[in-house]
């Protein structure tokens, strides 16, 4: 199983980037999937989640009403628009898929695929 993110770059504050995320070597369309980020020195936290539909989506309060997660089950690809960005957005961002049932798809510690990260540089 692999996990390719990709989009990640420099952008001005207010600005917006698109994060892709495709898998391959297994079918993640009925497992949730997710987006964490990590900042040098700080533990990798949450961003966005959502359930194998895509219909369920959970976000973390920082970023709630400017960046959506989305997937597309046919190309076994999933997005993170984000939008309005803050220099505080600043992470390397991390995908993730899990295969697991009935777990909590906001914690990290539910996900046993991991992508190699993308940055995300948000300049003031």
């Known amino acids: 199983v692999q996990l390719q993110a990709s989009g990640g770059g420099l952008v001005q504050a207010g600005g917006s980037l698109r994060l892709s995320c495709t898998y391959s070597g297994r079918t993640f369309d009925k497992y949730p999937v997710g987006w964490f980020r990590q900042t040098p020195g700080k533990e990798r936290e949450f961003v966005a989640a959502?359930?194998?539909?895509?219909?369920?989506?959970y976000y973390a309060d920082s970023v709630k009403g400017r960046f959506t997660i989305s997937r597309d089950n046919i190309k076994n690809t999933v997005y993170l628009q984000m939008n309005d960005l803050k220099p505080e957005d600043t992470a390397v961002y991390y995908c993730a898929a899990t295969l697991r049932v009935g777990v909590q798809i906001q914690a990290q510690g539910s996900y046993e695929n991991w992508g190699q990260g993308t940055l995300v540089t948000v300049s003031s």
């Open positions: 959502a359930d194998w539909s895509g219909s369920i989506k």
